[in-house]
Protein backbone atom coordinates (compact mmCIF):
# COMPACT_ATOMS: atom_id res chain seq x y z
CA UNK A 1 0.00 0.00 0.00
CA UNK A 2 0.97 3.38 -1.32
CA UNK A 3 1.88 6.42 1.43
CA UNK A 4 -1.01 8.28 0.55
CA UNK A 5 -3.45 5.50 0.58
CA UNK A 6 -2.28 4.91 4.02
CA UNK A 7 -2.61 8.29 4.73
CA UNK A 8 -6.25 8.53 3.81
CA UNK A 9 -7.02 5.09 5.21
CA UNK A 10 -5.71 7.00 8.64
CA UNK A 11 -8.23 10.15 8.15
CA UNK A 12 -11.29 7.72 7.61
CA UNK A 13 -10.90 5.88 10.51
CA UNK A 14 -10.19 8.91 12.42
CA UNK A 15 -13.54 10.60 11.46
CA UNK A 16 -15.95 11.72 13.89
CA UNK A 17 -19.43 12.53 12.23
CA UNK A 18 -21.95 15.06 15.46
CA UNK A 19 -24.49 15.48 13.00
CA UNK A 20 -26.46 14.46 10.48
CA UNK A 21 -28.85 16.29 8.11
CA UNK A 22 -31.99 14.99 5.86
CA UNK A 23 -34.74 16.86 3.61
CA UNK A 24 -37.09 15.96 1.71
CA UNK A 25 -39.19 17.57 -0.43
CA UNK A 26 -42.33 15.87 -2.70
CA UNK A 27 -43.82 18.55 -6.02
CA UNK A 28 -47.50 17.48 -5.85
CA UNK A 29 -50.27 18.79 -7.44
CA UNK A 30 -51.38 21.27 -4.75
CA UNK A 31 -48.15 22.67 -3.77
CA UNK A 32 -44.56 21.38 -2.59
CA UNK A 33 -44.30 19.41 1.12
CA UNK A 34 -41.45 19.99 2.80
CA UNK A 35 -39.58 18.40 5.87
CA UNK A 36 -36.04 18.45 7.03
CA UNK A 37 -34.50 17.18 10.32
CA UNK A 38 -30.96 17.25 11.86
CA UNK A 39 -29.45 14.95 14.58
CA UNK A 40 -26.99 16.12 16.74
CA UNK A 41 -24.61 13.34 18.27
CA UNK A 42 -24.29 13.72 22.02
CA UNK A 43 -25.24 17.89 21.41
CA UNK A 44 -22.30 18.96 20.10
CA UNK A 45 -22.95 22.87 18.01
CA UNK A 46 -20.52 24.52 15.83
CA UNK A 47 -22.90 27.79 15.20
CA UNK A 48 -20.60 30.03 17.39
CA UNK A 49 -21.89 33.69 16.96
CA UNK A 50 -25.13 33.78 17.93
CA UNK A 51 -27.66 33.93 20.29
CA UNK A 52 -25.85 32.26 23.86
CA UNK A 53 -22.35 33.14 21.89
CA UNK A 54 -21.12 34.07 25.48
CA UNK A 55 -21.87 30.55 27.00
CA UNK A 56 -20.35 28.08 24.15
CA UNK A 57 -17.67 26.07 25.45
CA UNK A 58 -13.85 26.26 25.37
CA UNK A 59 -11.68 24.27 22.19
CA UNK A 60 -10.47 21.72 24.87
CA UNK A 61 -13.94 21.15 25.79
CA UNK A 62 -15.21 20.77 21.92
CA UNK A 63 -12.28 18.81 21.20
CA UNK A 64 -13.31 16.46 23.69
CA UNK A 65 -17.09 16.00 22.46
CA UNK A 66 -15.79 15.76 19.01
CA UNK A 67 -13.72 13.22 19.87
CA UNK A 68 -17.03 11.04 20.96
CA UNK A 69 -18.49 11.27 17.26
CA UNK A 70 -20.11 8.68 15.39
CA UNK A 71 -17.35 6.72 13.07
CA UNK A 72 -18.06 7.30 9.38
CA UNK A 73 -20.25 3.84 9.84
CA UNK A 74 -22.22 4.69 12.46
CA UNK A 75 -23.22 7.75 10.91
CA UNK A 76 -24.74 6.16 7.98
CA UNK A 77 -26.86 4.31 10.51
CA UNK A 78 -27.55 7.05 11.57
CA UNK A 79 -28.23 9.64 8.30
CA UNK A 80 -30.55 6.32 7.14
CA UNK A 81 -32.50 6.81 10.03
CA UNK A 82 -33.26 10.16 9.93
CA UNK A 83 -33.45 10.16 6.23
CA UNK A 84 -36.27 7.69 6.39
CA UNK A 85 -37.75 9.54 9.34
CA UNK A 86 -37.78 13.22 7.36
CA UNK A 87 -39.58 10.96 3.94
CA UNK A 88 -41.84 9.66 6.15
CA UNK A 89 -42.75 13.19 7.59
CA UNK A 90 -42.93 15.18 3.80
CA UNK A 91 -45.10 11.96 2.75
CA UNK A 92 -47.78 13.03 6.04
CA UNK A 93 -47.39 16.41 4.56
CA UNK A 94 -48.00 15.71 1.37
CA UNK A 95 -50.94 13.80 2.07
CA UNK A 96 -52.50 16.49 4.89
CA UNK A 97 -52.34 18.88 2.36
CA UNK A 98 -54.49 16.77 -0.07
CA UNK A 99 -51.45 16.66 -3.16
CA UNK A 100 -51.51 12.77 -2.17
CA UNK A 101 -54.22 10.22 -2.29
CA UNK A 102 -54.67 7.88 0.19
CA UNK A 103 -53.79 4.86 -1.78
CA UNK A 104 -50.57 6.13 -3.15
CA UNK A 105 -49.59 8.09 0.27
CA UNK A 106 -49.83 4.43 2.45
CA UNK A 107 -48.38 2.66 -1.46
CA UNK A 108 -45.18 5.08 -0.67
CA UNK A 109 -44.83 5.33 2.61
CA UNK A 110 -45.11 1.33 3.06
CA UNK A 111 -42.17 1.35 -0.10
CA UNK A 112 -39.77 3.96 2.13
CA UNK A 113 -40.35 2.12 5.00
CA UNK A 114 -39.04 -1.30 3.88
CA UNK A 115 -36.32 0.73 1.19
CA UNK A 116 -34.61 2.16 4.42
CA UNK A 117 -35.32 -0.59 6.61
CA UNK A 118 -33.10 -2.84 4.13
CA UNK A 119 -30.65 0.01 3.86
CA UNK A 120 -30.33 0.24 7.89
CA UNK A 121 -29.62 -3.48 8.11
CA UNK A 122 -26.97 -3.96 5.96
CA UNK A 123 -25.50 -0.55 7.17
CA UNK A 124 -25.45 -2.09 10.50
CA UNK A 125 -24.48 -5.48 9.71
CA UNK A 126 -21.30 -3.82 8.16
CA UNK A 127 -21.08 -1.76 11.50
CA UNK A 128 -21.24 -4.89 13.44
CA UNK A 129 -18.32 -7.26 11.59
CA UNK A 130 -16.19 -4.11 11.62
CA UNK A 131 -16.78 -4.13 15.19
CA UNK A 132 -15.93 -7.20 15.27
CA UNK A 133 -12.42 -7.32 13.37
Request: glycine share 8%; aromatic share 6%.
Amino acid sequence: MTDTKAKIKDIVRKIRITKVVATRSIKGRDGDSFAGFSAAWDSVQNDYGGPGADLQTDTAEDHEAVAQGMTMQEAVVALHLVQMQVAIAALDGAYASGSLGAQQYKDQKESVKSRFSALIMAASERLDRNAQS
